[in-house]
């Protein structure tokens, strides 16, 4: 099989979304065992929990207000900004406002994968 031959379209609409904690929606998107695409939604107000994960993660904000501390470092992150977190870096974000935020890790996530 030529590697073009092994693409395989995700349809946002075909995966499910989850709500791992009040006003935060989770869609995991397409991944490979390398590489992960996850979307999340997140209510204004929503604080998510302190934590760290050994993956890297890269963040795109593709809309809305969000601010994010991680070893006495803050800011905030607007519409198409993006950063990346190391991983093992203990993190935290909460949403100023509505958000949509695009995440990849690396490797994926296991925690996260559609089974």
């Known amino acids: ?36 695409l996850v979307r999340h939604e997140m209510e204004r107000g929503w604080v998510g929990a302190l934590h760290s994960h050994p993956h890297e993660q890269l ?19 607007r519409t198409g900004d993006s950063f990346v977190v190391p991983g093992g870096a203990e993190h935290q974000a909460c949403a100023l406002e509505a958000s949509e935020v695009l995440d990849v890790f690396t490797p994926y996530r296991e925690d996260y994968a559609i089974r």
Not at 9 to 18: H, N, Y
């Open 59 to 77: 963040v795109y904000v593709v809309s809305g207000h969000i601010r994010f501390t991680s070893g006495g470092k803050i800011f905030d992150a």
């Open 1 to 36: 099989m030529t590697s073009a031959e092994s693409i395989t379209l995700i349809e946002r609409k075909d995966r499910p979304a989850s709500s791992p904690e009040p006003g935060l929606l989770r869609q995991v998107l397409a991944y490979t065992e390398n590489l992960m």
